[in-house]
C-alpha cells in the first residue's frame, strides 16, 4: 500500500445498504426538500424559524438577527425579546391544548405520575414563584442535581421562567465534581432529592450536597444560601436549620398564578459542562432565542413530530445536553407529550425500556449507540417479548453508530421499518446540527448525511482546504447558527482558543475527524485526538470499531493506538461479545479471528496488533467510551484522570485482562 502523505484520515468504511423512505412516510413527512434550498440563506431562513416556531413578546428587527460583529461571540434576535418556559408552557394552554399531556413520567420501581399541559404549567408557576420568594432573580445561577423525576424538568423551566440560569448536574456525580460546578457559577441555591433510584436501590443525594457545601479547603464559604429538597426515597437526611428547606412544603404556600415576564432574547438560559469525555468538562453557556428556535426547528423535523398524536421518548437524562434540548425545550416548546423514565434500562428486568414503549405506545424513540449495543449483546429474544408495534421513529445521538447497530435497531426495536436517524451535535452546538431528515433522506447506516437546513458544515485538511470526496479529515462550521455557544462560563479565551483559533475566529472547529462521500454524506470518524498513525497511515477509531461490530460475535468495540516500535503506533482493539456467542470461541481463537476479520473487511493496515475480550468499556456517565484511558492501559502507563467516568472499577477489571 502506498504511502500517505497527506494529513488526511485514511478512508476505509464501505458500506453499501441503503434505505429510502417509504412513499407513505414520505407522503406525511413534517420535513420537506424546500427547507434545503430556503437554508441556503441562513440568516433569513433562522429569522423564519424563530418567527414561525416561538412567541415573542416583543418581535426582533429583520436587521438584528445575527449580529456577527465580535466573532466568536454571536448574537443572534437580539432586540428580540421572549419568556422560555411561556413558550413550553403558557402558550399551548391559551392555545387550547391544555388537556394534551406534557409528560408521562416512569420511575424506576415502578411508580408513575402524568401531567398535562395545563398541570405542568401550573405547577412551573408556583416554582418560579418559590425561587423568586428565595430571592432567586435574572441571572443568578441556580444548581439542579437531581435524580429524573417531573421536579428537575419543572426545576429548570421554573429557572427559565423568572430570567434565571440553571446548571443542571447529573445526579451520579461526585461531592467533588458537584462543587467545583457549583463554585465556577457561584450559585445561589441548589434544588436537589433526598435520593433517587437506580439499579433497584435507593441512592442518595442530599448527603453529597451536604459535603458538596461544607467550606472549603481555605475555610471559605460556598456562595449557595438555601438547599431545596424534593422528597423522593424518603431516607433519612440532615438538616441545616435556616438553609435547607423541603420542596413541598414550600411549593404548598406560593401562589399558583404568575406572570411570565419577557426577557432579552440573549439573556443567558443555561450553564452545562461537558461530559468530559477528552479531559476537564467546560461549562457551556447557552442563551435563550437562538437556542429555543433551533432545538424547536431540528425537534420538530429531524423526529417527524406530529404534537397531536406522537408519543416521543427521549432516554437521555437531564444532566447531558440531550436532556436539555430534547427532552425538555425541544419537545415542550413544540407541544409534544413525551415520557421520562429515571432508572436504568435494565431494572427490574432487562425488557424495561421496552416494558415502556409498549406500556405509552411510544412512536419516537432517541437513545444512544452505548445502549443499542447493549441491547445487541444481551440478544434480540429480550426486545421480541413485547409489544413495540408503536414505535415509527428511531434516533441515535452521542457516539458514532456503527452500521451493524443501526441495522440491528432498525430491524429489532423498528420492526424492519422505521427510519433511523443518527444526529451528530454536541454540548457546544446546543442541537442538532447534522442528521438525514426522514421522509426526504435516503438514510445510509453509520452516517449522520447532511447538514441540517440552515447550517453550514465543511470537512477540511489541517491547511483549511476542504476535503476531496472519500478523504477523511477535521470536522469545521463555517456560519454561525442560533443555538452555538455563547461562551464557557468565566473563561471567554478558553473559548476562543479551544474551538475558534485553528482555523481564525468564524470558524468552530469541533474537534471531531470527519470524511464526506462522493454524495456529499458526511461520516463521523471519531475525536481528532483519538486518530492514530499507523505506518504513516491515519487511522479513525469508528471505522475500524465498526468493522470489529460487524462480526456476528462482537457487540462493542473500542480501539485506541499504542506505541509500536515498527509500526510508530499499533491498533490495540478492546471488544465485548454477544451474549449468544459468549462461549463460542476461547478468548485467543477470538482474538485471531477477529484480526483476520478487521484485515478483510479494511485491509491490513487496519489489522490489530492485539484484539482483547473484555466484558465492560470505560464509559462517561453519559455512556461515551474513553479511548484515553485504554490508551493508558495498552502503553502500560499510570491511568489518567477518571473522574468523569461512570464506574471506576472498569479500569483495575481491563488492566487485570491485560496480565
Ligand atoms: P468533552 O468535550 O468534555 O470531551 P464530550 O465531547 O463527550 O465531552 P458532549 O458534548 O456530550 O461531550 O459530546 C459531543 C461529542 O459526542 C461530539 O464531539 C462527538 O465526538 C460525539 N458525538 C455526538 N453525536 C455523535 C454522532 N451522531 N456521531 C458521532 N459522534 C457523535
Ligand atoms: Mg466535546
Known sequence: MAENSSD?????????????????????????RELYEQGEHPVEFWAAQARELLHWHKPFTPERTLDWSEPPFAKWFDDGELNVAYNCLDRHVLAGNGDRVALHWEGEPGDSRSFTYAELTTEVKKAANLLTALGVKQGDRVAIYLPLIPEAVISMLAVARIGAVHSVVFGGFSAESLRSRIDDASAVLVITADGGYRKGKAFPLKPTVDKALEPNGDG???????????????GDVDWHAGRDLWWHDEIAQVDTEHVARAFPAENPLFILYTSGTTGKPKGILHTSGGYLTQVAFTHKAVFDLKPEEDVYWSTADVGWITGHSYVVYGPLANGAT???????????????????????????LYAAPTAIRTF??????????????????LGSVGEPINPEAWVWYRDVIGGGTTPV??????????????????GVTTLKPGSAQVPIPGIAIDVVDDRFRSTEADQGGLLVITHPWPSMARGIWGDPDRFVETYWSKFGPTTYFAGDGARRDKDGDIWLLGRVD?????????????EIESALVSHPMVAEAAVVGAADETTGQAVVAFVITRASQADAAAADDAS?????????????????????????????????????????VAEGREIGDTTTLADTMVMSVISNTLK
Open 8 to 32: 488526511n484520515i485514511d478512508n476505509l468504511m464501505h458500506e453499501a445498504r441503503r434505505f429510502p423512505p417509504s412513499e407513505t412516510f414520505a407522503a406525511g413527512a413534517v420535513a420537506t
Open 220 to 234: 471559605e464559604e460556598s456562595t449557595v444560601r438555601n438547599v431545596l429538597v424534593v422528597q423522593r426515597t424518603e
Open 338 to 364: 413525551e415520557v421520562i423514565y429515571e432508572g436504568t434500562p435494565d431494572t427490574p428486568h432487562p425488557g424495561r425500556w421496552w416494558e415502556i414503549v409498549q406500556k405509552y405506545r411510544v412512536s419516537i
Open 376 to 393: 445487541m449483546k444481551l440478544g434480540r429474544q429480550i426486545p421480541k417479548e413485547f409489544d413495540l408495534s408503536s414505535l415509527r421513529l
Open 421 to 438: 436517524v443518527d444526529t451528530w451535535w454536541q454540548t457546544e452546538t446546543g442541537a442538532i446540527m447534522i442528521s438525514a431528515l426522514p
Open 530 to 542: 483519538d486518530v492514530m498513525n499507523v505506518s504513516g497511515h491515519r487511522l479513525s477509531t469508528a
Open 592 to 632: 485471531a479471528v477477529l484480526r483476520a476479520h478487521v484485515a478483510e473487511q479494511i485491509g491490513a493496515i487496519a489489522r490489530p496488533r492485539e484484539v482483547h475480550i473484555v466484558t465492560e468499556l470505560p464509559k462517561t456517565r453519559s455512556g461515551k467510551i474513553m479511548r484515553r484511558l485504554l490508551r493508558d
